[in-house]
């Protein structure tokens, strides 16, 4: 049975990868894909012309905050448009938006000509006048740099795909340690993968891009799938060639928070995970893959031992080849980001995470999405 340990080297390989491409984005203010430092600014970043799109649904109690934020950022208003597209909302989103709009020359609203968020935004991409276009969502919150970290990013690098950073709030209780630990490491991993110039993940939460890449839009991101609209806007990226790069910077770090209960933590998550096997681009995949094989591994190991005591030295060992890299990686990023006390609980959650991993990804996979 110790063959089986000798299957987790793949995941050892690729995380230990991801983590050498993290240890390289020590420089705050570089990009750390092959971009030029942010201080290298020239006179033509604030010359940029900014659309920031955002789909709402249901969001009043978000949109207040958010809309504070993006009337304070630091940009010329006349290079900026805020576009929101109320996303069939029950509420009282959309009277939010139109009673901004009609208090701001820069904030515009339309409604989804369907339904769902990957419609609202085509919704509004036909309408973008933008250079470039930055996507966040309406329960995030963001700094007053944020745009300008953008444009400056932008005319240094002329990329066409910028994956920007994500934080979560703090939550209280041990779910939300849970949530946010997870939430580190799918950062960890989206910010040492793009270092190492081979990304392959990002969030919508924190997005930019060039308006040229959304032509192609509905036949790139499978809108017939719920979500996912960022990761198969990066596999199209990928496959038609375009320049990406990560934008490493804490200003830029655009905040949002833990869904409000268990049931829609696992719903978002399963949503996350049932999307993988719509995946084209191979080192999505492959990643995607590894870790699903590796965390349903470790799963049925410690299963066994409990069953069988002959088990728990390959269960430990597995454990250990699949902790290591996780560890390094989220001690990497906690530091950075001032979180390492949530290390605290590495140990103990990393017994549950290989369950959470099989069930979401079953209920993602053969179950049917749901917002």
């Not at 793949?10 to 942010?38: C, I, M, V």
């Not at 959309?94 to 339904?115: C, F, G, H, P, Q």
């Not at 419609?119 to 250079?131: C, H, I, K, N, P």
């Not at 990393?350 to 069930?359: E, G, T």
Request: hydrophobic fraction near 40%; charged fraction near 20%.
């Amino acid at each position: 049975m110790w063959w089986l340990v000798i299957t987790t080297l793949p995941y050892l390989a690729l995380f230990l990868f991801f983590w050498n491409g993290l240890r390289k984005t020590g420089d705050k203010n570089s990009d750390t894909s092959g971009g030029k430092k942010q201080d290298q600014v020239s006179p033509a970043a604030h010359q940029t012309r900014i659309s920031v799109v955002i789909s709402a649904h249901n969001e009043m109690v978000n949109l207040p905050v958010l809309l504070n934020d993006l009337t304070s950022v630091d940009y010329p208003r006349e290079l900026l448009e805020i576009i929101f597209i109320d996303d069939n909302s029950t509420d009282s989103t959309y009277e939010i938006l139109r009673s901004a709009s009609d208090k701001s020359d820069i904030i515009k609203v339309l409604t989804n000509k369907s339904s769902g968020k990957k419609e609202a935004l085509m919704t509004a991409f036909e309408q973008v006048t933008g250079d470039l276009i930055i996507t966040t969502d309406a329960d995030c919150r963001i700094g007053r740099d944020w745009i300008k970290l953008y444009a400056d990013f932008y005319n240094i690098n002329r990329c066409d795909l910028i994956i920007g950073p994500v934080d979560l709030t703090v939550s209280p209780g041990i779910s939300g340690k849970f949530c946010h630990l997870e939430f580190l490491s799918l950062q960890a991993v989206t910010a040492g993968a793009a270092a190492a110039g081979h990304p392959v993940m990002c969030n919508g939460a924190n997005l930019g891009f060039r308006p040229d890449i959304t032509d192609n839009w509905v036949n790139s991101i499978n809108p017939e799938i719920a979500s996912g609209d960022d990761m198969f806007l990066l596999q199209y990226a990928k496959r038609s060639g375009r320049k990406i790069l990560y934008l490493n910077n804490d200003k830029a770090i655009v905040e949002t928070r833990c869904p409000g209960s268990l049931s829609s933590f696992i719903r978002q998550r399963s949503r996350w995970a049932g999307k993988n096997i719509r995946f084209r681009d191979r080192e999505i995949y492959f990643t995607a893959a590894i870790t699903l094989f590796t965390n349903l591994l470790l799963s049925v190991m410690i299963v066994l031992s409990i069953i069988n005591p002959q088990f728990i030295l390959p269960a430990i060992s597995i454990y250990l080849c699949k902790s290591l890299p996780d560890f390094l990686l989220l001690s990497e990023i906690g530091s950075r980001r001032g979180k390492r006390n949530l290390l605290l609980y590495f140990v103990p959650l990393q017994i549950i995470y290989p369950f959470y991993i099989v069930i979401t990804s079953v209920i993602g996979i053969f179950g049917q999405s749901r917002w």
